[in-house]
């Protein structure tokens, strides 16, 4: 057992700072100086400043509880806490024994501070005040604790290219985090919707009773907050507990968070860049349509695909409000990227009042088959899926589904709903009639569950979903004995 007597209090010379900074590129990242990124060295030296800065926080906490004094709780949704580096050297007078440690590695102070990404834990005045009143107590010497959200992505970030404004999401956790602690022996459920309902307890007493539609964990991260120049014990630093929410089994999701930007599309071609060279057949769930055109930068890297796309539009129009990348335009952006092969790509079920006529010319002067809803009916689901043979053909395939290709009665739970739709039956066996295509790659997308109180849609949408998996579990097969 650590007694409070042990000497464990990290040394505060620079001397001491050059050596942790040296045994953090070892034993925590495993990185030996002359290979260490920029990134490594902020890590490295972040984690030596954090182990004086823990030292701090466990004396101070040890002190308070055996004291058994009473914390400030402070309950915000942001905190714009600001990079840390910069302020704990600050807080704690490390300022030049940092700069003269660093110099003597060859490493720039200046240049550390640049590279910390700015945690993005809110967007506001309130969430910088929230800090401040942290910061404040921790310098008064009043134990404190904040509590708030650690968001995974902050409120974005904002490039100008070819002349307009583009949001990216901000990843700001992407390099890294040196300063949270998390807490793995913790985690809180967290409902979400669902509904109440009306019970009598054993005294018979009326009693309402929540039941959630669906759960996170919740898990707390820790982040101590340095008080100004409190060198004397009890100190005044503080903690500021970060909840993320975690799904509450096993998920098989990509990191991202689209939110229909350049930036976000960049994340999206990236994972899938990198199940596609591991061998695998990407099929993406969820989102709308514009998450087609970075899959298919990825599965069409080689070269170009054809396209069995089912749905009510043809999802080929242009600019609409100052964007061209939009879900209502991504196989116009593929077409143009060389993406596909647009004599290789057939649309069925095409139809309704919102078709802008451009995207019907689009499709057909660019050598796509439109295969309209009426000639759907007309001459049934197995002549449709002849046409899609024939058009694929027997090159490499991407196979797209949007729900709203579905009549509103077999899938009211979508943002576009189209009246006069194919039959949850039909799409099935237009599905089954595919089998044999070289497919490359798939997605089910624009399913709205909120939109459908009686999940009809999400119900039909797995099946659809299914019958795309064994499509492309069979594609994999061939492939594999080829």
């Not at 087609?292 to 990825?298: E, H, M, Q």
């Not at 995207?359 to 759907?376: D, H, N, P, Q």
Request: proline letters at 5%; a negative charge; charged letters at 25%.
């Amino acid at each position: 057992m650590i007694e409070r007597h042990d000497d464990t209090r990290p040394r505060d010379d620079a001397a001491s700072l050059r050596r942790d900074l040296i045994e953090k590129l070892y034993f925590e990242l495993a990185k030996f100086p002359e290979v260490a990124t920029r990134n490594d060295q902020f890590l490295a030296f972040a984690f030596a400043v954090r182990d004086r800065l823990l030292h701090r926080w466990i004396e101070s906490s040890r002190t308070f509880f055996e004291g058994k004094h009473r914390s400030v709780i402070y309950l915000s949704a942001e905190f714009l806490i600001g990079p840390q580096l910069g302020a704990n050297l600050l807080a704690m007078g490390l300022h030049t024994a940092a700069r003269t440690a660093l110099g003597e590695l060859g490493i720039s102070l200046d240049e550390l501070l640049e590279h910390e990404e700015e945690p993005g834990l809110g967007n506001g005045g309130l969430g910088r005040l929230a800090a401040c009143y942290i910061e404040s107590l921790a310098t008064l010497d009043i134990p404190a604790i904040g509590h708030g959200l650690r968001y995974e992505f902050g409120i974005f970030d904002q490039d100008i290219r070819d002349g307009w404004q583009v949001e990216r999401t901000d990843r700001w956790l992407r390099n890294g985090n040196p300063w949270e602690v998390r807490r793995y022996e913790i985690e809180h459920p967290v409902g979400f919707g669902g509904f109440t309902e009306h019970i009598h307890d054993i005294h018979g007493r009326l009693r309402i009773r929540w039941i959630p539609d669906r759960r996170v964990k919740g898990i707390p991260y820790d982040v101590p907050i340095a008080g100004y120049g409190t060198h004397t014990l009890p100190s005044g630093d503080t903690q500021r507990e970060a909840w993320v929410a975690y799904l509450g089994g096993p998920c098989g999701t990509a990191d991202f968070n689209h939110d229909g930007s350049t930036g976000t599309d960049a994340d999206i071609e990236a994972f899938f860049t990198r199940v596609v060279a591991a061998g695998v057949i990407p099929l993406a769930v969820g989102g709308d349509h514009s998450i087609s055109l970075p899959i298919l930068r990825a599965v069409a890297a080689e070269r170009p695909v054809g396209m069995i796309h089912i749905d009510a539009h043809c999802d080929t129009g242009d600019d609409y409000l100052g964007s061209r990348f939009h879900h209502g335009a991504p196989f116009r952006r593929a077409t143009d990227e060389g993406l596909l092969d647009p004599n290789r790509v057939i649309q069925i079920g095409i139809r309704g009042t919102t078709n802008d006529p451009d995207m019907w010319g689009f499709s057909t002067r660019s050598g796509m088959r439109v295969l309209s809803m009426e000639e759907f009916d007309d001459k049934g689901w197995r002549y449709a899926a002849e046409e899609a043979r024939r058009v694929a053909g027997g090159g490499p395939t991407y196979l797209t589904f949007d729900i709203d290709s579905l009549d509103p009665s077999q899938a009211p739970g979508t943002g576009t709903p189209e009246a006069g739709g194919i039959t949850a039956l039909q799409a099935l066996r237009l599905l089954r009639a595919l089998r044999g295509i070289d497919f490359v790659g798939g997605d089910l997308v624009e399913v709205a569950p909120p939109f459908d109180v009686g999940s009809i849609t999400s119900f039909n949408g797995a099946s659809i979903l299914f019958e795309i998996l064994c499509l492309l579990v069979e594609a994999w097969q061939r492939r594999g004995a080829r």
